[in-house]
């Protein structure tokens, strides 16, 4: 999952840093989804809260207390999991500095405030790091759910006309990689810290 994460990250980086315009195939992606039926915009605007910080923690902390099996100090770590995608997604933003595309397009409808740069979309950040993480929470069978619920956060960002379809995919793969990164470090830490049987 995370080398996917990166390699995912990596392309869409590269795509996006050189010219910083619509690449090929995006304008018409982001106005066919903006352009959705509200029947359908109207959930992916509820999900789209999974993609705030505010909400991933609620989630987050509700998921990995319900779970009855919080393995490697899982609560602090989805808290240290999305503060750092947050703070991530910020350093990308102010580095490469992508503009919205409501600032490129006079043709979209733009359902939400949103202020910065477009790259990585921080709502798909947040969503993605979440769903990394609870889905090596939950049982097996389950797994697919937080992907799901991310993929639509990350889908109502366009729908909203505030990101590009490159910037969810370059979220989604911070997310990702940042999540599972997060998990895979916290648990090797706490295997270190168990006390070796004499």
């Given at each position: 999952?995370a080398?996917?994460?990166l ?9 996006v ?5 619509p690449?090929?195939?995006e304008?018409?992606?982001?106005e066919?989804t903006n ?13 789209m ?9 609620v ?9 009855g ?7 602090a770590a ?29 043709t ?7 202020s910065?740069y ?7 950040t ?16 389950w ?13 109502a ?7 590009w ?7 989604a793969a911070?997310g990702?990689l ?18 070796v049987p004499?």
């Amino acid at each position: 999952m995370a080398a996917v994460a990166l390699v995912g990250l990596g392309l869409s980086t590269a795509l996006v840093a050189p010219h910083l315009a619509p690449l090929p195939g995006e304008v018409g992606l982001l106005e066919a989804t903006n352009g959705l039926p509200r029947a359908v915009g109207a959930p992916l605007e509820v999900v789209m809260q999974l993609g705030t910080l505010g909400g991933a923690l609620v989630v987050g902390l509700g998921v990995a207390v319900a779970s009855g099996r919080p393995r490697g100090g899982s609560i602090a770590a989805i808290v240290l999991a999305l503060l750092l995608a947050h703070w991530l997604d910020d350093l990308m933003k102010e580095t490469i500095e992508r503009p919205r595309p409501s600032l490129v397009l006079d043709t979209l409808t733009v359902r939400s405030a949103a202020s910065g740069y477009a790259f990585p979309s921080g709502h798909s950040t947040t969503a993605f790091a979440l769903a990394a993480f609870l889905s090596l929470l939950v049982p097996r069978r389950w797994r697919w759910v937080p992907f799901g619920l991310a993929a639509g956060a990350a889908i109502a960002r366009m729908y909203v006309g505030v990101h590009w379809p490159v910037d969810i995919i370059g979220g989604a793969a911070l997310g990702t990689l940042t999540g599972a990164g997060t998990w895979l470090a916290t648990n090797a830490l706490a295997r270190r810290a168990r006390p070796v049987p004499t």
